[in-house]
């Protein structure tokens, strides 16, 4: 256990639709990080947050949103859904910017 | 940005054998590379990373060597057992912090 958690385990959603993803980092860390995993795409980054702001970005699809609250759990918003949303998405955080990252459990999404 | 090439894509060695996965890099400026070990529907998990200040590292059966000037760097995991199978992700970061993962090597440990 990375102390990393993420809700739900689990989506089964249709397309056109909108979802969040929650993840709150370990204690003590300040940063946050996105990744999708899909089958053909191995593990992408798609955006990090420092202490409640923006600090990094990938290739995050601009239907897609991220914020991290004053109490430091970050949130992915996922919106207009297409069958090829359909991934793993995990959470990872650190202590800094720059240290080493220990990842969620991950949340899989399915877009029908 | 950055680019990380991984080989082999998949690996199969008898139990008590040697593995070595290969990374490179493109970006001279990253500066941290770890290793992640995932196994089926699980979280990538750290087992080891490097920074650009060293060339070698070791915890127990597991060793990491990087090779700046050539822009590599590679996991070598020594007397193999059956749970040592999974996939092995290699990463790399520089300024940005972002991790860049290369495309994983799944190991697969024989009896």
């Known amino acids: 256990d990375s102390g990393v958690t993420q809700t739900p385990k689990h989506l089964i959603t249709a397309t056109g639709q909108r979802v969040t993803l929650r993840c709150s980092p370990r204690?003590?860390?300040?940063?946050v990080y996105w990744y999708q995993q899909s089958l053909d795409q191995g593990l992408q980054f798609l955006i990090q947050?420092?202490?409640?702001?923006?600090?990094a970005k990938g290739n995050i699809l601009e239907r897609f949103s991220a914020q991290q609250f004053p109490d430091l759990h970050s949130e992915l918003n996922l919106s207009s859904l297409e069958l090829g949303d359909s991934a793993l998405y995990f959470c990872a955080s650190s202590v800094l910017s720059y240290n080493e990252q220990f990842f969620g459990p991950g949340t899989r999404l399915t877009v029908l | 940005g950055e680019n990380v090439e991984q080989h082999p894509s998949t690996l199969s060695v008898q139990e008590g054998d040697s593995a070595v996965i290969k990374c490179t890099y493109s970006?001279?400026?990253?500066?941290?590379f770890p290793w992640y070990k995932q196994e089926l529907g699980k979280r990538p998990q750290l087992i080891i990373d490097?920074?650009?200040?060293?060339g070698e590292k070791k915890d127990q059966r597991i060793a990491v060597t990087l090779n700046k000037t050539a822009k590599h760097f590679s996991l070598h995991i020594t007397e193999t057992q059956p749970e040592d199978s999974a996939v092995y992700f290699c990463?790399?970061?520089?300024?940005?912090?972002?991790?860049?993962f290369g495309t994983g090597t799944r190991l697969q440990v024989t009896l």
């Open positions: 990463a790399a970061a520089g300024t940005a912090s972002k991790l860049t």
């Open positions: 947050y420092y202490n409640g702001e923006e600090r």
């Open positions: 970006d001279s400026a990253s500066n941290y």
């Open positions: 490097i920074r650009s200040n060293v």
């Open positions: 204690s003590g860390d300040l940063s």
